[in-house]
Each structure stands twice: as C-alpha cells, then as structure tokens.
T-cell receptor, first 113, second 114 residues
Framework: NAGVTQTPKFRILKIGQSMTLQCTQD?????MYWYRQDPGMGLKLIYY???????DKGEVPNGYNVSRSTTEDFPLRLELAAPSQTSVYFC????????????FGPGTRLTVT | GEDVEQSLFLSVREGDSSVINCTYT??????LYWYKQEPGAGLQLLTY?????DMKQDQRLTVLLNKKDKHLSLRIADTQTGDSAIYFC??????????????FGRGTQLTVWP
C-alpha cells in the first residue's frame, strides 16, 4: 500500500490564483481530513469527510473548498489565493472503526506571494 | 474550547531519557496521542492512550496520563540522535460531529546531542 499520497510537494502561487491540492489514499478509509500547519504551530483542521459525498467544515475552512466523489480521493481547492494561506497542508485518513488512528500524507508546502 | 499546550524545546544528551510534557483543557477527551514529525515529513503516529488508562508502555516509549490534572507525558528511554524531531501532543473526543477530529499542540522540538 502507498498509504496517503499528496501532490504537488511544493507550489508557489501568486495572489488571486487558484489551485487544487490532491490527496489519495489506498487503504479504503472512510474518513479523510485536511489540515494546515503554520510555522511553529500545531495542525489546524480545515475540512473533513466521513465518506463519499459527505464533507464538513473544520476549524479554519474560510478560503477553501473540498469535494469527495470517491472513497479514495479528497481534493482541496483554493479559489483566490491569499498570503495568509502560505502554509504546509497535510491530508490524513482513518478507518470508521478506528478514527483514533489517522495516517498522514507527506504534505504540500504552499507559498502565496 | 480545546487547548493543548506543550513546551517548545527540549535538549538532551544521547543515552539520557527525554520527557516531553503536555497539558490539555477538555475533560471529555477520549484519546490522547503523540505524533512525531521529522524535518520535511508528515506526521507519524507514535502512540496513543485511552483516557481510562494511566500508563502505556511500548518499547522505549512510556506514556503517562494524569486525568485529574489533564497532564500527559511522553518518556523516551535511551534517547538516540535519530529521535531528534518535533513531537506533537494531540487529543480527540468521540462526540457527535467532532468524531475523529484531532486537536494539536504547537509541538516540542527535541534535539539530541551526541
């Protein structure tokens, strides 16, 4: 199993541009999550999904959108990039029966200038 | 709200024990976790403890939970240079819409000197 994969690894965006961060897991996990990690801080939950077609907001959802059309994929969309969205983004997944075990991807480092 | 606090830095000599401390505020926390993050990498789950336990041991790792004081610690025995990383404390609780959501501290940077 590859686990949780994320693309791209790095990206630089100009203010106002849009992009989609990709996340895929091959563990047949129901739950998927997007976190952001700002320098020197812990992770904050952006959005999460408990299954295909179901998504919900986390602590810091403003400026982002998500969709979950399949069990495997959970893309995160930034519509109008702002410097405040400069961060490292982590995707994670867990099984419905063991939500306490979250598996993380390697992260996407995004800079908005 | 859910607040998780950790000290930011810890330095130890190789072979010594390391103790990383964490406090949390939510008394309804169900699980408490320790994650390790190496430079440029994602988070790796090291260990977790259920809130009805007070200790868990896993090889060189010992987790102690004082539920009364809402205090969690991670002890690493015989610390090695490969243990140098950021260690995150996190908590979650199984209630309704917050099922599975993790709340993280800011992380403790552990530096191990040879």
């Amino acid at each position: 199993n590859a686990g949780v994969t994320q693309t791209p690894k790095f990206r630089i965006l100009k203010i106002g541009q849009s992009m989609t961060l990709q996340c895929t897991q091959d563990m047949n996990h129901n739950y998927m999550y997007w976190y952001r990690q700002d320098p020197g801080m812990g992770l904050k939950l952006i959005y999460y999904s408990v299954g295909a077609g179901i998504t919900d907001k986390g602590e810091v959802p403003n400026g982002y959108n998500v969709s979950r059309s399949t069990t495997e994929d959970f893309p995160l969309r930034l519509e109008l990039a702002a410097p405040s969205q400069t961060s490292v983004y982590f995707c994670a997944s867990s099984h419905r029966d063991s939500t306490y075990e979250q598996y993380f991807g390697p992260g996407t480092r995004l800079t908005v200038t | 709200g859910e607040d998780v606090e950790q000290s930011l830095f810890l330095s130890v000599r190789e072979g010594d024990s390391s103790v990383i401390n964490c406090t949390y505020t939510d008394s309804s926390s169900t699980y408490l976790y320790w994650y390790k993050q190496e430079p440029g990498a994602g988070l790796q789950l090291l260990t977790y403890i259920f809130s009805n336990m007070d200790m868990k041991q896993d090889q060189r790792l010992t987790v102690l939970l004082n539920k009364k004081d809402k205090h969690l610690s991670l002890r690493i025995a015989d610390t090695q240079t490969g243990d140098s990383a950021i260690y995150f404390c996190a908590e979650s609780h199984d209630r309704g819409s917050t099922l599975g959501r993790l709340y993280f501290g800011r992380g403790t940077q552990l530096t191990v000197w040879p």
